[in-house]
Structures are given as C-alpha cells and as structure tokens.
C-alpha cells in the first residue's frame, strides 16, 4: 500500500500544525528585527548629480543636434574616467590612503541615461559622514582634472551630498527584513511539515493506522496519568495491571481506553468465535505485555472468566513471577494445569506465568501440550489473552496459528510503517485472523482531561481509592 495523500490530508496536517504556522514565523519575525537594529551594520548611500555638457560652437549660443549627440558619447568617456586608476588615486591620496583604490571602485557606482546628460555618482559607506565626504571629493576632483586635462569646463556639480539627506541607511530597512524573516519562517514550516509528512516512516496517528496500513484500529491507548509506586506490591497476585484499574479513578482515559478495546472485540465476537486472543508486537518495548495484562483485567471486570498466558518463553519477568512454576514446566510435562494456575486478586482473572525459561522455547509452543492447554483452557475460561514474544522471533508466528485473532500492539512515533507492514505480512503468511491494532502511547488531546477533571476527582477519592487497592 502506498503512501499517497489528498487535498485533504494536507489541510489535517496543516490543522495540526497551525501553532507552529503562528509561533514559528513570528519567532522568525522577532529575529529578523533584532538582528537588523543591533547585528547588522547601517549601510549609506550618497549622491552627487553632475551635468555634462559641451562648449557651444556658434555665436547664437544655441545648442545643435551634432552638439548633443556629441555631449551623449562625452558621458561614456567620462563615466570610464571617473573609475580610472589616475582619479582614484588622486581621491585616494585625498584621503590619506584611508582607503585602498579597489575598495573605493567597488563602492562607487555610476549611472548616467542615454536621454540626458545626467550622470549620478553613488558611493556606499557604513560611515555617513565618510559617504558624503568621498561622493562630494570623486565630483569635485572629476571636475577638476577634466579642466586641468581637456582644458573644457563641461562638468557642474547640479547636487552635492550632505548629511541630512541621506542620513537614513539603505541597509538594512526593518521593515522588509522583518516581512522577509516571518516569510522564511513560513516557508520553512510548510516545507518542513510537507517533508516531514512526505517521508514518514513512523505510526503516529489513527489516519496512519488506516491508511498505511490498511487494518483498523480497535484501541487507542495513551499512559496512565497516575503513577503512584505506593500501591504496588511485590506479591504475585498483586499484578500492575490489576492495581491500575482498581485504584485510579474509574473515567480515567486509559481505563476508558481499555474499555473500548474491550467493546470492540466483543463486538467481533458475536461475528466470529473470539476465546483466544494474541497480544502481539513488531519488536520490543512497544507495550504488547502492559496492554495484554490491563486487557486481561478489564475482560475480568467485565464478569469473563479470564486468564493470561504469559507465553514469552525469552524474557525474564520477575514482577510476574519469573522462577515459579508456568507455562514451560506444563508444556514440558513436569506440572498439570491445576498447577500452573495461579489465582489474582481480581475476581474472574488467573494468570499461567511463563516458568523457568526453556533452551528451545519454539519446539514446547509447537508441541501438542500447547494445543491440549488451549482446549482445556477453553472449557474452563471465557476469554484467553496470550502475551506474545515480538514477532521477529518465531514463537509468534506459531501461536497466531493456534488462536481465534491476533491483536498488533504499536507504539505511536515509535513504531516504523515498514516494520508493521512485515509483521503484517508474516501474520497473513501463517493464514492468521489479524482483528486490528492497537496505538499504544498515544497522545492525549488536552481537552478531554480538562472535560473530565481527573486530578480534582482523584484528590476528593484518594482516601476511598487507596482503601479499595488493599487486595487479599
């Protein structure tokens, strides 16, 4: 399936991203204000206007056309003296070789119109006074050395420059950098955000889920706002999970998260035969294990006679019980399943921990032993959720054949799409039923906790709430 997007899916990401279209450029914006009024030199520009023209040849003291057309190609000619070696060096010397002759041919410039005898002389400058002063010594030295070489007086000097005129910089203008630092901010959002978007590699949201991935997504997980280590007991029947869904408050958006995982499957269980469920993931640390442990209660608290397999045969899990009797001294024929048993302090709830970790944990899961258990374990128990190994391993593979659906745990902004696509693929290889997926660590909207209120109703309940988190 591959990843395509509409008009549409633009507005959402933009919807999503409308603060930082704000904040971003304004921050941009507030930069470009500071830097040009306290990092960035003013730079001034000075002018002189000089008018060309050329000694009358008749007595009537009028102008004619050859006499125009003669002051025309003068302007070209004095334009290359004024920028010759022999005039800046002159104006050079004037300034007590302040200035190198280059620096001041790059910071005159000339500009002269083929329709007037017009020539204007710019020269740039941090310094105002030293504009002015350079602009004003290039005229009046152009003048007079043309008196002195050509022995003409064409040139007067229509403006010289002052301070007054040009005390306001040409660089930098506020203003226009301003307007051009909250546009780059802009611009770097949008590009940003198309980019980003474009070359996604990670689940984040429920669109992902659907669209990428093509599975629907039955449970929306985000993390328990309350992480209280008070209420927590090493005992084995004292499970985290079960303690999170009897001591926070009953609408807290994790519990009420579980609640409409649990709706959903039972919803797909009226289509099709649903004991069996496996709690699964692409690879480790994405939550597969705390979401099969807190499903297990809430199926429990629901009146199902449940149970929880821990079947991940390659990790130790000493909150769980890890040394004790389990699934691999049953499927090892060491124990019966009465043994293996263990009762929890949620009503309706057992648990079979995973034992004593076996060299070949593939070949017991394989075995015929399993199949027995989940038929014996069908008869006495309502619901059956087993926790999987990630599915890189085999094991996983080999239990979604033996169960009625698969459940894929993914952890937003986590997970890779081509790592889901692969644990997809190899789920449909072994002919598994995939019932959808689960967005573990999902972000919480903000509204929905100010609805709620959970904080104040978890503070008046505290001392109801820590009295119901004492199990026997």
């Not at 709690?279 to 294990?289: A, D, I, L, P, Q």
């Not at 929890?344 to 995973?354: E, G, R, V, Y």
């Not at 899961?365 to 190994?389: A, N, R």
């Amino acid at each position: 399936m591959e990843m395509t997007y509409q008009l549409n899916d633009f507005l959402i990401i933009f919807k999503k991203k409308l603060k930082h279209l704000i904040i971003i450029p304004l921050l941009f914006a507030c930069c470009g204000l500071l830097i040009s009024y306290f990092f960035i030199s003013p730079l001034y520009e000075s002018r002189v206007d000089l008018l060309i023209n050329y000694p009358l040849t008749n007595t009537e003291e009028q102008l004619t056309t050859m006499d125009i057309e003669t002051n025309l190609r003068l302007i070209e000619t004095y334009q290359f003296i004024i920028k010759s070696d022999y005039i800046i060096d002159i104006v050079s010397q004037e300034l007590d070789h302040t200035y190198s002759n280059e620096e001041l041919k790059n910071n005159l410039h000339i500009e002269a119109s083929s329709d007037s005898q017009i020539v204007s002389l710019f020269v740039r400058n941090n310094n105002l006074e030293k504009s002015v002063e350079i602009v004003n010594l290039i005229a009046i030295t152009i003048q007079k050395e043309v008196k002195t070489l050509m022995n003409i007086e064409n040139i007067q000097i229509l403006t010289t420059a002052t301070k007054d005129k040009f005390k306001d910089p040409i660089f930098p203008k506020p203003i226009f950098l301003t307007i051009l630092s909250f546009t780059i901010g802009v611009l770097s959002v949008v590009i940003y955000t198309l980019l980003s978007y474009y070359f996604r590699t990670k689940v984040s949201t429920k669109e992902d889920v659907e669209k990428f991935l093509g599975l629907p997504l039955i449970g929306k997980i985000n993390t328990f706002q309350i992480k209280s280590k008070k209420y927590y007991s090493e005992d084995i029947r004292d499970l985290s999970f079960i303690l999170k869904s009897r001591i926070i408050p009953r609408n807290e958006p994790t519990v009420e998260a579980y609640r409409t995982l649990r709706t959903n499957l039972q919803f797909q269980a009226r289509v099709n035969s649903l004991k069996t469920i496996l709690v699964t993931s692409t690879s480790k640390n994405e939550g597969k294990t705390t979401t099969s442990r807190n499903l297990a209660a809430i199926m429990a608290l629901d009146n199902k006679k449940t149970v929880l397999i821990d079947a991940d045969l390659r990790k130790e899990k000493p909150e769980i019980g890890f040394g004790r009797i389990g699934l691999t001294n049953y499927l090892a024929g060491h124990n019966s399943l009465e043994d293996i048993l263990i009762e929890t302090s949620t009503p309706n709830l057992k648990l079979i921990a995973s034992g004593p970790l076996p060299p070949t944990p593939s070949e017991l899961l394989s075995s015929k032993h399993m199949d027995e258990m989940l038929d014996e374990l069908k008869s006495q128990f309502d619901q059956i959720i087993i926790d999987s190994p990630p599915l890189f391993l085999s094991d996983a593979s080999i239990l979604a054949t033996k169960v009625d659906g698969c459940m894929l745990v993914i952890q937003a902004d986590k997970t890779k799409v081509t790592h889901v696509r692969q644990a997809i693929d190899q789920l449909k290889n072994v002919h598994a039923t995939i019932l959808g997926t689960v967005l573990n660590k999902a972000k919480l909207e903000k509204k929905i906790l100010e609805n709620y209120n959970y904080g104040t109703r978890w503070k008046k309940n505290e001392a109801r709430v820590s009295e119901e988190s004492t199990f026997n």
